[in-house]
């Protein structure tokens, strides 16, 4: 179907649509449509958020609503408050030239008493929440004893959030004879009983692969230690400086805690959860709509029913517990045929977590790697060169100060200017990533290449030994204190009395030398120096002259007892 022409849609709603700029129909309102026009069976239509699923049960239905009568016709019931507010607001939109056609949203946490009173003035079409709909059919002030249509929108979300009984109790109200639509996004076996129970031998339609993940979404992982999380999504959100994304937690607490550490650290985020008013989570949405917050922090629950276009990203912080919820977060990105990308930041042990995401969204994840501060430090510089670049200048309000503005800058060159412009902005980053670690944790391939001895090593002597405190553990202990070093792989290590050895990654040489040297351990003051080859500990040679001063001086026997109890093997430490 190339047309909503061809799908004989009444003028008004042509009209409307072409208000709006929709110009073909999607794939599920080309399936859709043609079947509430022509046929009276009912349909489970299995789709994401974002494919168009709202104007495909709508419009057929805003096509056929008999705007004479005063009762309600069709009937819509939705998980959320949010949901249901923007099914009501896009059938506002569709009906803008079927001006007689009325349609009532009623929800939770605002007034029954004005709804009541809509009801009352009469309505064709009823959008509602499953707890307030029930209430509205127990104060007998919603009828829905002769609908014709009735529609479960996100009927698995519905089940998800312990409404069996709510839905039970309203299909109960409604007419034997009615075409009854049920859309969801995942087909759980919930679902397919309700199919059961409350419809008549449905067709099926689905768009995509049943359960299956949105098709413009990509799908990208992030392997971390547990307590770099946070400083792995900060780097996600810096190496895209125009991101629009939520970021899933798990509980409230996780919720509130990231969006205070986002927002402590400058970032525009804000938090979604159940502690919020309706007036605070009101507040929070019409920024994120209005695209004045960048960074939604959300919990599964809370985020229930958000249906906003052109999100960039989706960022699991953590994984949900419920694969299914999965399928809901990464629908919340790649929407109305716009590119998307899913994040999950996971620790090791959530490795086989990703491979049976994998296998229910039928897609791969790809591997991501944390960027590095360079890589940050080069986008955000370009971005902001973009942005100097491009920025509107206001020059009719800037002209009376322009004069004083040459004048201050008259003696500094053109290159400073830039320079000093540029370092207003940038400074806080550059100054943030230098020296940042790594936060990328070797996948198991990488360590069985380090432990085949793919590493090239360089072999440190330490001024510590058994006499000052110092063994095996303890100095790994001290490499790992210093973030930029944490992580390297550490070879072999030769604890003498008063000195040591110790081999790391010869990538890192520096890094040591910087991390290490003139720290204090004990009160002594640290000096790590490369050695030039890699002496063998029999070398006495060698021995000698780094032994150098007699007060420096062991015995040759005790040194090569501490030698023999503390020689380690190679071993990679990730
Ligand atoms: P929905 O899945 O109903 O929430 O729709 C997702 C987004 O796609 C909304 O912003 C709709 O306005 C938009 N949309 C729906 N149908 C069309 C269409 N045929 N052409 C262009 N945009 C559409």
């Known amino acids: 179907m190339e047309t909503f022409e061809e799908l004989e849609l009444k003028e008004e709603v042509l009209k409307a649509l072409k208000d709006l700029g929709f110009e073909k129909p999607t794939p599920i309102q080309a399936k859709t449509i043609p079947h509430l026009l022509t046929s009276e069976n009912d349909l489970v239509a299995l789709a994401q958020t974002g494919t168009g699923k709202t104007a495909a049960f709508s419009l057929p239905i805003i096509n056929q609503v008999d705007s004479n009568a005063k009762n309600v016709q069709a009937f819509i019931l939705s998980p959320t408050r ?23 949203a009623v929800y939770g946490g605002a007034n029954i008493d004005s709804q009541i009173r809509q009801l009352k003035a009469g309505s064709h079409i009823v959008v509602g929440t499953p707890g307030r709909v029930c209430d509205l059919i127990r104060r007998k002030r919603l009828d829905l004893s002769h609908i014709q249509w009735v529609i479960l929108d996100e009927a698995d979300e519905m089940l998800s959030m312990g409404f069996k009984d709510e839905l039970d109790f309203i299909l109960e109200q409604t007419p034997q004879e009615k075409q009854t639509l049920l859309f969801s996004a995942t087909m759980p076996k919930d679902i397919a009983r309700i199919a059961k129970k409350y419809m ?47 970021v899933f937690c798990r509980t409230r607490r996780e919720t509130k805690e990231i969006a ?22 009101d507040v929070v949405m019409h920024r994120l709509r209005s695209k004045h917050l960048q960074i939604l922090v959300a919990t599964d629950v809370a985020a229930r029913g958000i249906d906003v276009d052109d999100l960039t990203h989706v960022i699991n912080y953590s994984l949900p517990d419920q694969m299914e919820a999965y399928i ?115 996948t198991s391939k990488d360590q069985r290449q380090k432990r085949r001895g793919e590493i090239e090593y360089t072999r440190f002597h330490i001024n510590l030994g058994s006499k000052t405190n110092l063994n095996p553990q303890r100095l790994m202990g001290l490499i790992n204190e210093h973030p930029s070093i944490r992580k390297i792989a550490i070879g072999q290590i030769e604890i003498f009395k008063k000195f040591s050895f110790f081999d790391t ?27 030039k080859s890699p002496p063998k500990t029999s070398d006495k040679k060698y021995h000698k002259k780094r032994r150098g001063s007699g007060s420096q001086r062991a015995s040759k026997g005790r040194e090569r007892n501490s030698r023999d109890k503390f020689k380690k093997k190679p071993r990679n430490r990730y």
């Open 200 to 246: 008549n031998t449905p067709e099926e339609i689905a768009v995509g692969e049943k359960n299956s993940g949105a098709k413009n979404v990509s799908h990208v992982y992030y392997l971390v230690q547990s307590r770099d999380k946070y400083q792995a999504l900060k780097r996600i959100a810096d190496i895209n400086p125009n991101i629009y994304s939520i």
């Open 505 to 531: 990654d010869s990538e890192y040489k520096e890094k040591i030398i910087q991390a290490l040297n003139g720290s204090d351990f004990e009160g002594i003051t640290i000096a790590v120096e490369p050695v």
């Open 328 to 442: 809901h977060r990464s629908g919340r990105t790649g929407r109305a045929g716009k590119k998307g990308t899913s994040i999950a930041i996971i620790h090791s042990r959530e490795k086989n977590r990703i491979r049976i995401l994998e296998k229910k969204i039928g897609k791969s994840f790809e591997k991501g790697e944390v960027p590095n501060g360079k890589e940050i430090c080069n986008i955000r510089l370009m971005n902001i060169i973009d942005n100097l670049q491009n920025v509107e200048v206001d020059e009719k309000n800037m002209e009376e100060f322009m004069p004083a503005i040459y004048e201050k800058l008259d003696n500094i060159s053109k290159e400073d200017i830039i320079k000093n412009f540029v370092a207003v902005e940038f400074n806080r980053i550059l100054r943030y990533y230098r020296n940042a670690p790594d936060l990328n944790l070797a």
């Open 82 to 104: 949010e949901l249901c507010l923007q099914i009501a607001e896009d059938i506002k939109d569709f009906t803008k030239y079927s001006k007689k056609i009325k349609t009532t």
């Open 260 to 281: 205070d550490k986002l927002i402590t650290d400058g970032y525009n985020a804000d938090a979604l959860h159940g502690d919020l008013s309706q007036a605070q989570r």
